[in-house]
């Protein structure tokens, strides 16, 4: 089944050579326009001009998308696109499309596919208070439905949400790679089988989900359907409610892999009462089944409730670091408190010092890479797998959020206790692939730009005043241990910070 459905996403793809270009600044809605030196003024007129069922691919340009602009609401995409921001423009991570919507009672993107739906959202920002800022339902039968959604940051009520109340003989994949999601009600709500068997197979990679009344990620399935999720290498922190919902009514089937993540301040601290509230926490309705979890490689770290029914022959465990004593003799478990860069500025790079680093096992780690894109299991990072989401390389920069023109931006380094540390700064130009007037910190080093000395756990920072310049897309700048003898970079120790 997998192979059919990445021949399928491939085969989509590769057919997908109609290129529509979107500028909601200097572009105009007119038949026959959308190419890139002629294109469209808003996305809304865009997909009108390309066949519903697709395929396409709209290539948008850095801007506001907003009803200001001519943006109107939902906007229905064919069953076949790709809409990102233009990658000529925009580096992975800055999104420099952004849709600015209004809290109102509607969807931003709404799919609908009637035949084999293939749909794409890459490098967007997406913000304002919609109901919901992705949202899926199948339409059609014995086909395949795919949606991925990349390097994205969307801000809605809720997310991405998904339903999916038809028989499929191939499930829907719904994969969310390299995102950060902040929810109202949910970051990802995926519900199957209302009415019918249906079947969702959920993959996040590298991701961050916020926030969510009912919580990061929520599985609901009925009347029979199934829902596999698998999370990797992702941060879950709700506040509200829980971590991962697992629902089940009539027969519906949830299971979870929940692998190298933090699940980190999670529970209603506030209300209580007859609430419930876990990081991991399921649902039975009438005629509800049990749903399976398997949790390996991760961290769980103040919440309210680690796992409700963690205990339960359901639950499988491996090799996490837990807070609730009861789930500290399952499965190679241990008690204990991660140690991180900031954890109070959620900075959740890993400390030298951090309980975390080398307590994993390298046969329940299937993603070769860790939240930064570095590698899980190399020489440079021990001898087996960090514990959560981030591998720790002694000497790498941290960088958490994008950084903003005329901020002054924190950097961390990771070197050891007590060990001087310095930053260089160069003088090249960003390359054409990087973006248009960028600055480059690289290239000639002239001299030491920051300086200072890491503290008892092993993380050095400084702070760096980003210039104020509205074209600037990005930074590169390298760490070195003083007394280290060239070459400067050493191993990972060179970041590059998006500026948006």
């Known amino acids: 089944m997998r192979a059919l459905l990445l021949a399928l996403s491939l085969g989509v793809s590769a057919a997908a050579s109609a290129q529509t270009y979107v500028d909601p600044v200097n572009g105009i809605d007119k038949v ?11 996305l809304t007129f865009a997909v009108t001009q390309v066949p519903a069922a697709g395929p396409a691919t709209f290539y948008l340009r850095p801007g506001a998308y907003s009803p200001s602009s001519g943006e109107v609401w939902p906007i229905s995409l064919p069953d076949a696109c790709t809409v990102e921001s233009d990658p000529a423009l925009a ?10 919507t209004t809290p109102i009672n509607q969807t931003l993107f709404e799919i609908r596919p009637r035949g084999a739906g293939n749909v794409t959202l890459r490098n967007l920002r997406i913000t304002g208070n919609m109901v919901q800022g992705v949202h899926v339902a199948p339409r059609a039968t014995a086909t395949v439905c795919v949606l991925l959604v990349e390097d994205c940051l969307i801000a809605q009520q809720n997310c991405v949400e998904v339903d999916h109340n038809v028989t499929l003989q191939a499930p829907m994949l719904l994969t969310v790679r390299r995102c950060r999601l902040t929810g109202v009600v949910s970051c990802i709500n995926v519900h199957a089988g209302a009415t019918s068997r249906a079947s969702v197979n959920l993959h996040v990679e590298r991701s961050t989900l916020v926030d969510g009344i009912v919580g990061n ?7 029979q359907s199934t829902i596999r999720a698998t999370i990797r290498a992702s ?49 039975l309705a009438t005629g509800g089944v049990a749903p399976t979890h398997r949790i390996v490689n991760s961290v769980f770290l103040k919440n309210k409730t680690d796992a409700a029914l963690g205990t339960g022959a359901n639950y499988s465990w491996g090799n996490n670091l837990v807070q609730q004593a009861n789930l500290g003799t399952l499965g190679g478990n ?68 994008a950084a903003r023109p005329g901020d002054t931006y924190t950097l961390r380094t990771s070197w050891g206790p007590s060990v001087p540390f310095a930053l260089f700064l160069g003088t090249a130009r960003v390359p054409q692939s990087f973006g248009p007037g960028g600055i480059h910190l690289a290239g000639s080093i002239f001299g030491l730009g920051l300086a200072g000395v890491c503290g008892a756990t092993g993380i050095g920072e400084v702070n760096l005043p980003v210039p104020n310049d509205p074209k600037l897309v990005g930074l590169e700048f390298y760490w070195q241990a003083v007394g280290t003898t060239p070459p400067f970079l050493g191993a990972n120790a060179k970041r590059t910070l998006v500026v948006q």
Not at 217 to 223: K, P
Not at 385 to 400: C, H, I, K, M, V
């Open 334 to 401: 241990k008690v204990g408190v991660q140690t991180y860069a900031d954890r109070g500025g959620n900075d959740f790079h890993l400390a030298p010092t951090s309980l975390g680093i080398d307590g994993g096992l390298a046969a329940d780690t299937t993603l070769g890479d860790d939240y930064d894109a570095e590698p899980r299991l190399s020489v440079h990072a021990g001898k087996a797998p960090d514990l959560g989401p981030d591998e720790l390389f002694l000497g790498a920069t941290f960088s958490n959020d």
């Open 235 to 283: 941060y879950l922190r709700s506040p509200v409610r829980f971590g991962v919902l697992a629902a089940s009514a009539s027969g519906g089937v949830v299971s979870t892999r929940i692998e190298h993540c933090l699940l980190y301040d999670i529970g209603n601290r506030v209300i209580g009462g007859g609430i419930t509230n876990g990081a991991i926490f399921d649902q």
């Open 32 to 42: 026959g326009g959308g190419s890139s030196t002629a294109p469209f003024k808003t």
């Open 91 to 100: 580096v992975q991570g800055a999104r420099l499309a952004q849709f600015q």
């Open 217 to 223: 990620v929520v599985l609901d399935a009925a009347a």
